[in-house]
């Protein structure tokens, strides 16, 4: 099936066409979700309303530019008004936390850490570190950052995801390397 045939097939409610557009680019849309989020479970369910998403405003689609284009834009945005959400709720939480008198999260994850070999602690720490570092980043230079690293498109289908010019991404990529490497540097000083 062409594009525009998919797209016509799901702007018709075909169940035939929404299922093959689902496996046409579930791994991809998990895959960014995933990149945002550091969370499968939270990935997937994301990976879910970016469906729903585009199985209801499927008919706004202009075809101005892909439709794996426009699917990893609402891919992006999801993901990344989730974890808005989702850090005010740890805000929150951390807040409540703090002046209560129960620590037991603080004992689960001593206890979790102890079980671990010393190797894999080391290198989820390390993870968490690039993590924390990258999710410093300003919005647009992590959006690029993690769709070129992570999800491995070109500068020019980052352009197109973005809305933006090519050197406008190159600028983006670069400053988040340098951001990078300065918040590293930091850390490992």
């Known amino acids: 099936m062409t594009e525009n045939e998919l797209v016509e097939g ?11 557009l689902v496996q046409l680019y579930q791994k991809q849309v998990v895959g960014t979700c995933f990149s945002f989020l550091g969370n499968y479970e939270d990935a997937q369910d994301i990976a879910q309303d ?3 998403e585009v199985f209801e405003s499927i008919d706004k689609f202009r075809r101005e530019s892909k439709l794996s ?8 945005n999801k993901s990344l008004n ?3 959400v989702l850090s ?10 703090l002046f209560s008198k129960d620590s037991v999260e603080i004992n689960k994850i001593s206890v979790y850490q102890s079980d671990m070999p010393n190797n894999n602690i080391e290198n989820e720490e390390r993870k968490m570190i690039l993590q924390k570092a990258i999710n410093k980043l300003p919005d647009n230079q ?11 498109l070109t500068y020019q289908q ?5 809305q933006t010019s090519l050197s406008a991404v190159e600028s983006l990529i670069h400053r988040a390397k340098t951001n990078l490497q300065n918040n590293l540097v ?3 000083k």
């Open 69 to 76: 284009t426009w699917i990893y834009r609402i891919a992006v």
């Open 186 to 188: 930091k850390y490992y």
């Open 10 to 20: 799901v702007i018709q409610r075909k169940e035939s066409a929404f299922k093959e």
């Open 88 to 97: 005010r709720r740890q805000w929150v939480k951390s807040i409540e936390t």
């Open 82 to 84: 989730y974890k808005r």
């Open 142 to 152: 992590k959006i690029a950052f993690t769709l070129n690293k992570y999800e491995e």
């Open 158 to 162: 980052i352009a197109d995801v973005m």
């Open 50 to 52: 970016v469906f729903i």
